[in-house]
């Protein structure tokens, strides 16, 4: 039995299960609930384990859930907990001035270049939505991943609601590799 489904199987019985993906289950930790674990479940999610390891390590930004400690083989990673927006978009609007979905329709417009001259001022003129734009842009991350509610998370930093990228596994490299059929 490989190491990965040893690691699924133990995670299954002992830990609270917050959500899975077609590569990746992120579980909570129970002695740390400020933490969560990243267990691949397939060569894609070692490589999306792998992106955001770098990710993390290399941005300055408070855009991204930090990554904590990760397995030299990237079947594991453990980052910040997060507050999935799903649970609550009033986070949100209230952390940053605008709706989640106003937000996902703006984002969506910059990256297509037929409807980028219809957007919202006050949102793409925002520090958030101009320091999403550049992360997006500088780690090639898909936007179609980034504009989805799954993909972003509420934490408290420095007493301040932050909204943070908790799923940003997914590059162009990582695309190329596993999703371009």
């Known amino acids: 039995m490989s190491s990965i489904k040893k690691r699924l199987i133990y995670a299954n019985k002992k830990l609270k299960k917050l959500g899975s993906g077609t590569s990746r289950i992120v579980f909570q930790l129970p002695n740390d609930k400020t933490k969560v674990i990243k267990i691949a479940k397939n060569l894609k999610g070692l490589a999306q384990n792998k992106a955001e390891i770098g990710i993390s390590n290399h ?107 908790i799923d940003y596994g997914l590059t162009g490299d990582v695309y190329d590799q596993f999703y371009d059929y």
């Open 59 to 165: 941005h300055g930004s408070e855009m991204v859930a930090k990554v904590f400690d990760h397995d030299p083989k990237f079947s594991w990673l453990e980052s910040e907990y997060a507050i999935p927006l799903t649970k609550s978009e009033t986070s949100f609007k209230n952390a940053v001035g605008f709706r989640f979905d106003e937000f996902a329709v703006n984002l969506e417009k910059s990256f297509n270049s037929v409807f980028s001259f219809d957007q919202n001022p006050d949102i793409v003129n925002s520090e958030f939505f101009k320091e999403t734009v550049k992360t997006i842009s500088m780690y090639d991350l898909s936007h179609a991943d980034i504009k989805r509610k799954s993909s972003w998370g509420t934490v408290v930093r420095n007493g301040k609601l932050v909204p943070v990228i």
